[in-house]
């Protein structure tokens, strides 16, 4: 069956780190780049990080740098997301999402059921 | 970065009824375009890539147009399953890849 499962969501303590993993199966995980989309409560979507098929390629939003970080073990088919010093504003669930390239566009064609993560002390 | 503005943020209409939601991009992204749709507590859902073209699987009354900065989705005889969110995402050639705000569609 070709889909994402994400776990590690949960609490966590305000200036501690969450850790995310996304589990792949069904496909060739290691063809594809992967994502990270987060969705507070109640709000929009937020791309958050994403890693090139071999992982040698990474990309975060602006307003995570240098508290984020995005990995993956193609060799476990899983992807990795850790943001460190958490505060409320982290506080959403949060998606993993597999890349397709085409020619002429590139798109998020396979997404996870998400994991809830909630800051609060 | 490049940033979407989406509209409208919602959207009122009845079963049987087209409409049409729009997003523009702060610079041109080509047909670097995708529309999702996402239902309350689920993840979002692929409905056209590329600007224009239909997922496999999602029905023919969804169309997307546009190109350059101007893009648009189209629902033609909305299905009772088709109230939700749809969001816009723009992907031209790096991350970030920004989406929308969102258009809420709600039945009248």
């Known amino acids: 069956q070709v889909q994402l499962v994400e776990s590690g969501g949960g609490v966590v303590q305000p200036g501690r780190s969450l850790r995310l993993s996304c589990a792949a199966s069904?496909?060739?995980?290691?063809?594809?780049?992967m994502h990270w989309v987060r969705q507070a409560p109640g709000k929009g979507l937020e791309w958050v990080a994403a890693t090139s098929s071999d992982g040698s390629l990474r990309f975060y939003v602006d307003s995570l740098r240098g508290r984020v970080a995005v990995s993956r073990d193609n060799s476990k088919n899983t992807l990795f997301l850790q943001i460190n010093n958490v505060g409320a504003e982290d506080t959403a669930v949060y998606y993993c999402a597999r890349e397709n390239v085409g020619h002429t566009s590139t798109w998020f064609d396979l997404w996870g059921q998400g994991a809830l993560v909630t800051v609060t002390s | 970065d490049v940033q979407v503005t989406q509209s409208p943020s919602s959207l009122s209409a009845s079963v049987g009824d087209s409409v049409t939601m729009s997003c523009r991009t702060s610079?041109?992204?080509?047909?670097?375009f995708n529309w999702y749709q996402q239902k309350p507590g689920r993840a979002p859902k692929l409905l056209i890539y590329?600007?224009?073209t239909l997922q496999s699987g999602v029905p023919a009354r969804f169309s997307g147009s546009g190109s350059g900065t101007d893009f648009t989705l189209t629902i033609s005889s909305l299905q009772p399953e088709d109230f939700a969110v749809y969001f816009c995402?723009?992907?031209?050639?790096?991350?970030?890849?920004?989406f929308g705000h969102g258009t809420k569609l709600e039945i009248k």
């Open positions: 610079e041109r992204v080509s047909n670097f």
């Open positions: 590329a600007a224009s």
């Open positions: 995402q723009q992907t031209y050639i790096t991350p970030p890849y920004t």
């Open positions: 069904g496909f060739s995980f290691s063809s594809h780049g």
